[in-house]
């Protein structure tokens, strides 16, 4: 993110977990320092299940200005590159209206976005998806997972066992590139310094 403007502004990023009194606390700090609430969570920018993903109602979202909440089209493909352009948007427009943005959500990857920057990771081939879909089908999502705590213990320290998603995504970065996620997860931090 641009450094200069956002030196010596104030952004308050929340996370957790699910009930855990996050959109609560973001309304009562929003309404005490004139801040304006951003979604920071990734089933929450759907426009079509605002109960299903306990989305603020539309009297708390018209009392604090809230942002990307049931805004995005449920048959598109969302990921945090796209959350974190349109995030950046609003945390601009918001700073700049001399406001305090307030990022709340349970998505922490989201909220690392915002702190610490997007990793680069290579585009993915579908010869490194179908590898990597049949290892799991051949060895059991416990034996990869042990693969993966070898070729990088530092992130299979980070996810749970059974993360299947995060355990794919880890070993088709690391078949496609012959380097592990946390490679690019500290190019990210050394980029952003």
């Known amino acids: 993110m641009e450094s200069k403007l956002y030196k010596k502004k104030t952004i308050i990023l929340l996370g957790g977990p699910t009930a855990s009194g996050k959109s609560d606390l973001a309304l009562k700090l929003a309404k005490l320092i004139d801040g304006e609430i951003i979604n920071a969570d990734s089933m929450q920018v759907y426009k079509n299940f605002p109960i299903l993903t306990s989305q603020p109602s539309k009297s708390i979202q018209n009392s604090v200005k809230h942002h990307m909440y049931g805004y995005f089209d449920t048959n598109k ?92 995504r880890a070993l088709e970065v690391f078949y496609e590139t012959k380097k592990n996620l946390s490679y690019f997860h500290k190019k990210r931090i050394e980029n952003n310094r």
């Open 77 to 168: 493909n969302y990921n945090g590159s796209i959350w974190l352009k349109h995030s950046i948007k609003k945390i601009k427009k918001i700073l700049l209206d001399k406001k305090t943005p307030i990022l709340v959500g349970g998505t922490g990857l989201y909220l690392e976005f915002v702190s610490k920057g997007i990793s680069y990771i290579p585009h993915i081939t579908k010869i490194t998806k179908k590898k990597v879909e049949r290892l799991l089908i051949q060895k059991g999502l416990k034996n990869v997972y042990d693969f993966l705590s070898d070729i990088d213990p530092h992130y299979a320290k980070k996810i749970n066992s059974n993360d299947k998603l995060r355990i794919i």
